[in-house]
């Protein structure tokens, strides 16, 4: 059964077909999926959801699918984590980390988005499937695209971390390295899809690629047993996982699975690329384009494709954005490490950071139950550690060596 209505402008309002299409023909707006909801509140319950496998399809009616899923099929429901030292350790009542550092195939929440893409793509008639991307976009395509058997494209910024190129062209995807940065990387691509018969999964797949991001959203109500939380920290980049998070809680009020949503969205980037935090404290809506210069690559998006559509959310929410510099997303990488024994990439550190910043504000509360979306998993961006970590101890292979060490951590730690 079908539940797709069609695509809708989020500009001027006007309807679309469901095709690989992705921006208003009369007001150049994006194109969003709109659903039969009173459908949907029929087919789809918190039983059902709950005997199906744990995967992100298990919310499938709410997904721009037509048929069943043909990629990602391992991809969704990690873990959300209750944690007790880095709660303990920042004074907060009830924090839980939403862990996509783990659990999916290449180790980020784009293993959602990606999912929904390339099953699209399929659905279509594509056999080439392509992006534009910071990282881990281009590893979970470079690697579902290889299983579902697309060819592939992937364009990245030449100057992109070593180990995330390395995590890409393991699938012998056609890797491209761009001269510029991601928003250079993103032009180019648009002027590519114009050209030829390709799923671009962030440009003309970009409505129902979008969509994946939903299942955080749902997993984290699920996984508290059917409550949203009073507060969620998401990164931004575009600003698209937040808008989505924010949507998902809205679609599982509007078919009866959520009473009431009471939620505070708050958005994460770095200082080196925060164009939607900078307009959300200026108090416009109008995002404007910087040059990045952060350690945080993977949300070192200049200019953001949904920033404007993150803001809305922020404030209908009544929650917040803040930036955070990259001294402090080192120092957070760090604290959900020692703490949690969780290690997050560059945007795991801005999102805790953020929280820490907002606790100090007194933006969240203390005792508000918290969630905060850790993205990708920390050996993606193991490069900006080097010369941050604790000391290693390199001794002799006897045991006078290993005391003289011993006697030396224990002065350092007062015992």
Same mark, same amino acid.
């Given at each position: 059964m079908k539940y797709v209505k069609g695509l809708k402008c989020r500009e001027c309002g006007r309807e679309y077909p469901v095709e690989p299409i992705y921006v208003c023909e009369f007001c150049f707006g994006p194109l969003e999926v709109i659903y039969d909801y009173a459908k949907i509140k029929k087919a789809l319950s918190r039983r059902i959801i709950e005997k199906r496998p744990k995967n992100l399809w298990r919310y499938k009616e709410l997904l721009p699918i037509d048929g069943e899923p043909s990629a990602g099929l391992n991809s969704g429901f990690t873990p959300l984590v209750k944690t007790e030292r880095l709660a303990k350790y920042l004074g907060v009542k009830e924090l839980y980390i939403k862990d996509d550092t783990v659990a999916h195939p290449t180790l980020s929440f784009k293993d959602r988005v990606v999912a929904v893409a390339l099953t699209k793509a399929k659905e279509f008639g594509f056999d080439t499937v392509a992006c534009a991307s910071t990282g881990n976009l281009a590893h979970a395509v470079s690697a579902h695209g290889a299983k579902a058997g697309f060819n592939r494209f992937i364009f990245i910024p030449a100057t992109l971390e070593q180990s995330k190129i390395l995590a890409s062209i393991v699938y012998e995807p056609n890797l491209v390295?761009?001269? =510029?940065?991601?928003?250079?990387?993103?032009?180019? /691509?648009?002027?590519? $899809?114009?050209?030829?018969?390709?799923?671009?999964?962030?440009?003309?797949?970009?409505?129902?690629?979008?969509? %994946? #991001? !939903? &299942?955080?959203?749902?997993?984290?109500?699920?996984?508290? =047993?059917?409550? $949203?939380?009073?507060?969620?920290? +998401?990164? /931004?980049? #575009? %600003?698209?996982?937040?808008?989505?998070?924010?949507?998902?809680? !809205?679609?599982?009020?509007?078919?009866?699975? *959520?009473?009431?949503?009471? &939620? !505070?969205?708050?958005?994460?980037?770095?200082?080196? /690329?925060?164009?939607?935090? &900078?307009?959300?404290?200026?108090? &416009?809506? +109008?995002?404007?384009?910087?040059?990045?210069?952060?350690?945080?690559?993977?949300? $070192?998006?200049?200019?953001? $494709?949904?920033?404007?559509?993150? *803001?809305?959310?922020?404030?209908?929410?009544?929650?917040?954005?803040?930036d955070v510099s990259d001294e402090e997303i080192i120092d957070a990488i760090k604290i959900l490490a020692r703490t949690e024994g969780i290690f997050a990439e560059t945007a795991g550190g801005v999102t805790l950071a953020t929280y820490i910043k907002l606790l100090k504000d007194g933006k969240i509360d203390k005792r508000d139950s918290t969630v905060l979306c850790i993205t990708g998993n920390g050996l993606k961006t193991a490069e900006v550690l080097n010369g941050q970590t604790a000391e290693v101890y390199q001794i002799k292979p006897n045991l006078s060596s290993f005391e003289e060490i011993l006697k030396r951590i224990r002065q350092k730690e007062g015992k």
């Open positions: 390295a761009v001269d =510029g940065n991601y928003d250079d990387v993103n032009r180019l /691509c648009s002027e590519i $899809a114009n050209k030829y018969r390709w799923a671009f999964v962030n440009i003309n797949i970009r409505p129902f690629y979008a969509e %994946g #991001s !939903k &299942t955080m959203g749902f997993e984290i109500v699920e996984q508290l =047993g059917w409550e $949203a939380p009073d507060s969620i920290v +998401v990164p /931004c980049a #575009s %600003g698209s996982l937040l808008t989505k998070v924010w949507k998902a809680l !809205k679609e599982f009020q509007q078919i009866g699975i *959520l009473k009431e949503v009471e &939620t !505070k969205i708050y958005g994460s980037q770095a200082t080196g /690329c925060s164009p939607i935090s &900078t307009a959300f404290k200026n108090g &416009t809506d +109008v995002i404007r384009p910087i040059k990045p210069n952060t350690i945080a690559k993977s949300l $070192a998006i200049g200019n953001p $494709a949904d920033g404007f559509y993150a *803001l809305q959310a922020v404030k209908e929410s009544g929650g917040a954005m803040e």
